[in-house]
């Protein structure tokens, strides 16, 4: 599996931006996936968790009720809606896809990796 993050940028405080993530492979609807992020100096953390149907969700209490996850499985793509953003969102943003089971808010149970897309908030 590959995948390519895209949609990060510079936006101002309060402001939007919309994350996309496409991933390659026919079976794309069978996995979960999960975004993180790590800011400067910081180690990764989780942000947010969708299930393989897109059915279940789980939000990091940073962003819960600012950031909205959904994906389009015919289209292999997993989205990231961030609204209300505050400067300590800015960091890369990384998607992930969860093949096995295990904790869903640890990056070490998270199986394919994109390269990550810079979000910076400025204040």
């Known amino acids: 599996v590959q995948l390519q993050a895209s949609g990060g940028g510079l936006v101002q405080a309060g402001g939007s931006l919309r994350l996309s993530c496409a991933a390659s492979?026919?079976?794309?609807?069978?996995?979960?996936m999960g975004w993180f992020r790590q800011g400067p100096g910081k180690e990764r953390e989780f942000v947010v968790y969708v299930s393989s149907s897109g059915v279940t969700t789980s939000y990091a209490d940073t962003v819960k009720g600012r950031f909205t996850i959904s994906r389009d499985n015919a289209k292999n793509t997993v989205y990231l809606q961030m609204n209300s953003l505050k400067p300590e969102d800015t960091a890369v943003y990384y998607c992930?896809?969860?093949?096995?089971?295990?904790?869903?808010?640890?990056?070490?149970?998270?199986?394919?990796w994109g390269q990550g897309t810079l979000v910076t908030v400025s204040s």
């Open positions: 992930a896809v969860k093949v096995y089971s295990g904790p869903y808010n640890e990056f070490a149970h998270y199986d394919y």
């Open positions: 492979g026919r079976t794309f609807s069978s996995y979960a």
